[in-house]
């Protein structure tokens, strides 16, 4: 099963004969060739059909004898661009291009117009070439002005993330001048691309006639080996992902024993792996991915600062993106938070609060504040200081001598039998008591994500930061998980009108596509550290890549999309839908609780309902339910015994059904298996 995906530089080039010719040319090498031409507009009515000339052709050309709704699944009858004609689905075009190389040995796919040509609202024909997994042959007008067409149509193939296999120009003038005779050593040079056929403009012009300048033999030669290669490609990578790759909370040795899974591209909240199977992301690739992936405004900023600078370091210079985000940052964040430290991850964002909280005491009158207040289950990522922070001994426990001491109290859990009252009490008398040595409060706002996705019960938050107020300790709220509004608000410290010290922020900033973190505090933390060179008083941390430009880009666009698509907004439906569509859960025969937290939830699943008893860890039900959901084509990573559903907040209500049903469905399969009951 292979195919060939052939576009144009523009519209008029002659696809559609290109794509004739070549079908009548493997036609004549016993080739049972198929053709496609899914989407065609400005057809024709006759007989109640919508008909469309070149889909005849193609068939005329290719010999095969598909009916029409195969060939061209859209058939519309006014002449504008596709997303105007009507709606298209990828979903329909792909199954259909499925069944016709089911049934021919190699398909080949006219494209509408060019390769920028809108399909719908976000996507284009481009999207569609790469959806179909297909290498494109580009078709060019032989004419003045087609070395630039050629290398504008060049730079957006590869620029989508496709195989190019070459170059045909069509309609040279019978007795072509020297721009047009140099025209394909030029291509072939400047676009390092083979060209593989030039074709005269012909008096009489048949596929036949075409078919005679064109190197059939080179691009079967190609479209062949290609599919050879695929299958070795897969096993090579999975090969060398196993004797290379070192994969984070990973254990190596169960790792080694199953075939990887690779992934190669992504489109909305779609992943797909190197053999073409596509998952819907149900975690948001770790909680980072919020508007979809390769959102086309995201994708622009990248490539607009790609083509400006790259990096350049913020020690001794600054750089325009890192500037306009940090106002942006400042601009949507709680009250009071005025300046912004940028980093690379979430663990780094929370080491930075903690050292500056740190420095602030020891500079400014009370030196001897410096311990932490942490709660058990926390999670603020691996590095020793955010680990000294964290609460959850599974991970954590073995680095117990590296780790700085502090305070730890429990946080509210109540399915688990600890409220928000013991919560606060506990606080409270730590505060109480240690209150010389204490120089912040660490918290996770709104739920305890790695933990199991622990909520909190609406209001502690806010007692939190007033215990904090009284005792004179810093807030530090750690929104590395549900910052960007993953519970429903941009944060989740603004739900209760919390105003912490230090936030930070990471996860979704970059809307999923670079690391970048960023600590936020107030003028009074920051005045703390003013002072002349010799005072020392300097903050002395700094990342190669802090306030990288490509980044901070993508980041500021990401909070543009917030307010254009109106995200937050939009985003109040589908959080009531999500909730309907949990409710049949907590029936579930091994479902302790289910927890939501706007588009964030978790599901406890416990080995008895009644007496709450968790699974041995080691049963890895967790790892089996997903297992079992990777076979329906959803992608979730659990937590231990607790099923995270965090999809990005641009997946559709359908999709939303579709990730919860599958999920309910592996669920039921998994854990209620007849032996159960017994
Ligand atoms: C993921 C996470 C971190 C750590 O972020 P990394 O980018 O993985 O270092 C810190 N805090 C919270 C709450 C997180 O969810």
Redesign the pocket.
Known sequence: MSGLFITGTDTEVGKTFVTSALAWAFRRRGIDVGVMKPVVTGCRRGKGLLLSEDANQLLRASGADDPLDLVSPYRFEPPVAPAVAGKISFDRIEETYRILARRHEIVLVEGIGGLLVPLDAKRTVADLARRLGLPVLIVARACLGTINHTLLTLETARSAGLEILGVVLNRRNQRPSLAERTNPQVIRKLGKVPVLGVIPDLRRPSPGKGAGYLKTAAILRQVRSRQIQAGRRVKRLSLLDRRRIWHPFTQMADWKKVEPLIIESAQGVWLTDVKGRRYLDGVSS??VNLHGHRHPDLDAALRRQAGKVAHSTLLGAANVPSIELADALVRITPQGLTRVFYSD??????EIALKMAFQYRRQNGSPGCWRFVHFVNA?????IG?VSVGGIDLFHRIYAPLLFKGFKVPAPYPYRGVSSEDSLRELRKTLDSHREEIAAVVV?PGC???AGIITQPPGWLKKVERVCRESGVFLIA?????GFGRTGTMFACQKEGVRPDFL?V??GLSGGYL?L?ATLTTEKVYRGFLGSTGSLRTFFHGHSYTGNPLACAVALENLRIFRRERVLERLKPKIRLFTEELGPFKQLLHVGEVRQRGLIAGIELVRDKVRRTPYPWEEKIGIRVCQSLRERGILLRPLGNVIVLMPPLAISPDELRFLCRETFAALRSVTERPLDRI
């Open positions: 770790l909680w991850s979430g663990s780094t964002a929370v999670y603020h990522g691996d590095t955010s996770e305890q994500g790695a750690d929104e590395v998980a549900v930070c990471a996860k690391p973190a």
